[in-house]
Each structure stands twice: as structure tokens, then as C-alpha cells.
């Protein structure tokens, strides 16, 4: 069983949906939508599903917008585990 799609939102109205994505050449990677509370796509994130430094670097980056402030260690692994999903 796989993930295909996951949309997360948080305290800060944002959204993050997460889904795996097949670019060109085959190579799947991870892709993340952030969009505002209007709905307004802000930024788009795709990293390997190979490469954690770039899994942590995503999930940085969803933490910060969902919970509208630079996060603990702890903080950013609750949304780096929902991005480990996709890696499998």
C-alpha cells in the first residue's frame, strides 16, 4: 500500500499537500504544495525520495508555515515522519 496524496493544515490556516510525483525520466520524487488560507499556492517544494536531507529541509519548511514559527527538533519531526510516507 501506498500514499498517494496528503493534505495537512495548520494553526495558521496554511495548507501542505504532499504527494508523490513522477517528473520526467521516470525518477519519482516528493512533491509539497504550500498554500495560504485563500488557497493561493505560495511555494512548491520536490526533493528525492532517496535524499533525508532534503526530506528534513521539506518538512522545515512545512512546519514553518503550518505552525507560523521556526520549530523545535521535536516539531519538525512530527511532519518529517508524514514525509517519510512518500520516500517509501
Known sequence: MKIKTLTLEG???YTAKITRDNPTEGLECIMCEIADQTGKRISVHHVS???????????????????????????????????????E
Open 11 to 13: 494553526e495558521t490556516g
Open 49 to 87: 525520495k532517496n535524499d533525508k536531507e532534503d526530506q528534513w529541509s521539506m518538512s522545515e519548511c512545512i512546519q514553518y508555515h503550518l505552525d507560523g514559527c521556526p520549530g523545535t527538533h521535536s516539531m519538525i519531526y512530527d511532519f518529517f515522519r508524514y514525509v517519510l510516507f512518500f520516500a
